[in-house]
């Protein structure tokens, strides 16, 4: 630009404002780098001469190392399949506990709080008795045709004896006379008092069975195996069969358990025949087909819950070891006897009797008295 006429030429050198020049733009910082900057002091020089110390010297600044997900790690197969099993078996539990509630909820209760019991025997012991609502003879009531007794040791597997129903006994406060009729003179009371006295073992539990239930729990499994040895057609009982293994129905099966006048054994002879139908009624419930049916197992608690009837004192709890103490017997875990007899046709007052083997039949109640 042209000097203007009169102006000095320092004027442009003093006074006129310089040509405005551009500002750097800021550069963004790093989040660090401003924390650094606002917050974080500056280190501090140590004096001359003297040596560098960790309080005097501020630390490298360290970067948090990078954590990687850790790989996730199967389970091991052994601890799959113990879980599944747990599962089951709780399952499993859960059935059985429901059915057995059922049942309970169902059953008949029976008063024999006024039995005169003894002292307490190791484990449990449970009296069951078969009754037989038949009506020959209206004014003879009920009558007990199976008596036996379940031994459940506190360990051991249970043992199943049974009492022939003939045999001579002392009854208390009524002399002596055939076991059974205890049962029509004072009930199950006074059956569980000439049990004991006559056994030395003190009666837990107690569970009747009425003999028309083996008819509604037979059909309600399907029918039960039952074998015999020869060929029968007894009258009396209605029991019609050949040699061998059968299945046999709710009637069929009934007549099985009573029939005893053309059995070689006689009243023997029928309580083994009993104790095969325990046990195999026992095998066909626990088959697959039927244990895990719940319609059969209903019809099966239904059944036993119309021919049972049990002592106020049972519950679940013992219901479930009498369960399970049949379990073990018809698995062949348990032990089937009957009192040692010394004579099967023993004549007192005019009638035939059984005489135990007193020596061994005393030897054999001490030794399940002992546990």
């Known amino acids: 630009m ?3 006429p009169g102006v000095p030429d320092d004027y442009d ?17 790093e989040p660090a780098a401003q924390y650094d900057k606002f917050f974080r002091s500056e280190p501090v020089a140590p004096p001359s001469g003297s040596r560098p110390t960790s309080a005097t010297v501020a630390p490298p600044p360290t970067q948090a190392p990078t954590r990687l997900p850790k790989p996730k790690r199967k389970k091991p197969l052994w601890r799959r399949i113990l879980r599944w099993l747990m599962l089951i078996l709780a399952v499993l539990l859960v059935y059985v506990l429901g059915l057995l509630v059922y049942l309970m909820t169902n059953i008949t209760k029976v008063d024999i709080s006024d039995a005169d019991q003894i002292g307490n025997t190791p484990g449990s012991v449970t009296l069951l008795v078969g009754v037989d609502e038949r009506t020959d003879d209206p004014s003879a009531g009920s009558r007990t045709d199976t008596i036996m007794l379940m031994v459940d040791p506190t360990w051991g597997p249970p043992t199943l004896i049974s009492i022939p129903r003939d045999s001579w006994v002392s009854i208390p406060g009524h002399g002596e006379g055939k076991i059974n009729s205890s049962f029509s003179i004072g009930g199950p009371s006074l059956l569980i008092e000439t049990v004991e006295q006559n056994t030395g073992l003190h009666v837990d539990h107690y569970l009747e069975v009425g003999f028309s239930g083996i008819v509604a729990l037979t059909d309600a499994v399907g029918g039960v ?15 019609v069969m050949e040699a061998g293994c059968h299945i046999l129905d709710g009637s069929q099966a009934l007549a099985f358990c ?9 009243d023997l002879g029928r309580i083994e025949r009993q104790q095969q139908w325990i046990e195999s009624f ?17 019809d099966v608690m239904d ?42 046709s023993y004549w007192v007052d005019g009638q035939s009797a059984v005489l135990w083997d007193e020596d061994a039949a005393q030897q054999l109640f001490a030794s399940l008295g002992a546990g």
């Open 2 to 4: 042209p000097d203007q």
């Open 13 to 29: 050198r003093f006074f006129r404002d310089p040509p405005p020049q551009a500002k750097p733009k800021p550069q963004p910082q």
């Open 225 to 239: 195996e039952l074998c015999i040895d020869y060929d029968v057609n007894d009258p009396n009982s209605g029991l």
């Open 258 to 266: 009573r029939m005893r006048y053309s059995d070689p054994k006689g």
């Open 282 to 298: 026992v095998k066909t419930v626990l088959q697959p087909r039927n244990f895990f049916n719940p319609f059969t197992m209903i």
């Open 303 to 344: 059944a036993a819950a119309s021919a049972l009837a049990v002592d106020q004192d049972t519950g679940v709890f013992n219901m479930s070891r009498m369960a399970w103490g049949m379990v073990q017997i018809g698995r062949g875990k348990g032990q089937l006897t009957t009192v040692p007899v010394a004579d099967t």
